[in-house]
């Protein structure tokens, strides 16, 4: 299999570094050791990214969308996490961008609008209310 | 599969979201009733999130102005790539 890392989508959501180190391996050089895992857990870890910054093919096939319902999750301090499709009028894309999964910047920092790209970390604008 | 929603995004504005189907905290997972139209904050500074309630924040503001590329978990100030 191949793992393909986009890095100009990327939302720095840290699923991957937090879910797989051995494999997406936050301050080493290259950070991504495919051999660090079996296959499975790489795909299964691969189909948490949330921004369609990491797929992988499989025997010369690339494997970027997921099946599943429309729906908006909205993320605590993060963006809004598109999955299943949405109809995104009037934007550029990326190139190798998921239409399918994306990750839509809520905070208003971000450098890459309307997408996210992780200037959430450095701007937390969710803070909850005092009771 | 239902539809999937469109989503317009405003100038100095919000996202306007139609055929919205599902809308879920990620975190508690609690479902925002809607009507299947509804406008979502995208500047952080509506008090009625994830909706927008009018308070956009001004592009030229200084909170605008401090803005930081590539920002890590660590929040370390410099990361070899």
């Given at each position: 299999m191949t793992i393909h890392d986009n890095r100009g989508i990327c939302a720095h959501a840290a699923r991957c570094t937090d879910g797989l180190k051995e494999v997406f391996r936050l301050g080493t050089e290259p950070w991504i050791d495919?051999?660090?895992?079996?296959?499975?857990a790489i795909i299964a870890q691969v189909n948490q990214c949330p921004s369609g910054a990491l797929s992988y093919s499989v025997d010369g096939v690339e494997h970027r969308d997921r099946e599943g319902d429309p729906m908006i999750l909205v993320a605590p301090n993060g963006p809004y996490a598109i999955f299943g499709g949405?109809?995104?009028?009037?934007?550029?894309?990326?190139?190798?961008?998921?239409?399918?999964?994306?990750?839509?910047c809520r905070c208003g920092h971000s450098t890459n609008k309307p997408f996210c790209s992780g200037a959430h970390w450095n701007h937390p604008?969710?803070?909850?209310?005092p009771d | 599969m239902s539809q999937k929603p469109t989503i317009v995004v405003k100038k100095n504005g919000p996202y306007v979201v139609t055929d919205c189907q599902m809308l879920k905290g990620l975190a508690d997972g609690t479902v925002y009733e809607t009507s299947g139209t509804v406008a979502l904050c995208r500047c952080g500074a509506s008090s009625n999130k994830p909706f927008c309630d009018g308070t956009h924040v001004p592009s030229g503001s200084p909170?605008?102005?401090?803005r930081t590329i590539c920002p890590t978990r660590e929040k370390t100030t410099s990361v070899p790539r």
């Open positions: 495919p051999n660090g895992a079996d296959a499975d949405a109809d995104l009028q009037d934007v550029t894309w990326g190139d190798g961008a998921s239409h399918e999964h994306f990750d839509l604008f969710d803070v909850p209310k | 909170t605008r102005r401090r």
